[in-house]
């Protein structure tokens, strides 16, 4: 079975330093993975994915992510937060080899950006 | 273009009542999704409609019900809710292949008392 695991809760972080939000996923056949983002009282939109080719995917607000197919790993970084950053951030894995949209969500990582 | 609607965006409701919570897309999406959240625990597929016409169970599909009449519309009913059904609901919608990312609705916010 298929499983997402984000390894902090919370984050808390200080306006303009660097953040990393860890994610590792568990599937016996090869994935495309997701970023969220979720900020207060709305719903999720896409941060960034990666679907094949280059490891390090780019995506909106200056967030990129890294796979490593070794360490079954799809870290999400920023080299300069701010306080806007502050939202809920979720890691998500394409379901199974059934060509289907279904997506496995992690629990959610908060990133609290203090000034 | 407004993407994906929820209606209501919140509502009380008294446990034993039945209360069906509406999603509509205008992408032309073929696959839709009903997820919902709870803190801790991430977002969980309650069910999910490949295409018009077809539905099927996600991860904590008891107490709930889908139809998809169309390719628009999605509905999720509560036949009878329960205070464990309160909860915030996002619907969702995608190109329904593995390498589609889902557009998300605004929520809607249930409390069952």
């Known amino acids: 079975a298929q499983s997402v695991t984000q390894l902090d809760s919370q984050v808390p972080v200080f306006e303009e330093a660097p953040v990393e939000l860890r994610c590792n996923y568990s599937?016996?056949?090869?994935?495309?993975l997701f970023w969220y983002v979720q900020y207060p009282n709305q719903g999720l939109q896409l941060l960034l994915k990666?679907?094949?080719?280059?490891?390090l995917v780019k995506g909106i607000n200056g967030f990129e992510a890294e796979f490593n197919k070794s360490q079954t790993s799809f870290h999400l970084r920023k080299p300069s937060v701010h306080i806007s950053d502050t939202a809920e951030y979720f890691c998500?894995?394409?379901?199974?080899?059934?060509?289907?949209?279904?997506?496995?969500f992690g629990q959610g990582t908060t990133l609290q950006v203090k000034p | 273009i407004a993407g994906i609607t929820q209606a209501p965006t919140s509502q009380i409701l008294a446990a034993g009542r039945r209360m069906t919570l509406r999603c509509t897309q205008d992408?032309?999406?073929?696959?839709m999704y009903w997820y919902r959240q709870d803190l801790g625990l991430g977002l969980r597929l309650i069910h999910y409609?490949?295409?018009?016409?077809?539905?099927g169970k996600g991860e904590v599909p008891d107490g709930y019900s889908v139809s998809r009449a169309n390719t628009d519309d999605f509905p999720l009913t509560l036949a009878s809710a329960v205070p464990s059904q309160t909860s915030v609901y996002f619907c969702?919608?995608?190109?329904?292949?593995?390498?589609?990312?889902?557009?998300f609705g605004p929520g809607t916010r249930l409390t069952v008392l």
């Open positions: 599937s016996s056949v090869s994935v495309y």
């Open positions: 969702a919608s995608s190109e329904g292949t593995r390498m589609n990312e889902q557009f």
């Open positions: 998500a894995v394409s379901h199974g080899s059934s060509n289907t949209g279904k997506l496995i």
């Open positions: 990666y679907l094949s080719g280059s490891t």
């Open positions: 409609s490949n295409t018009a016409g077809t539905t």
């Open positions: 992408m032309r999406h073929n696959a």
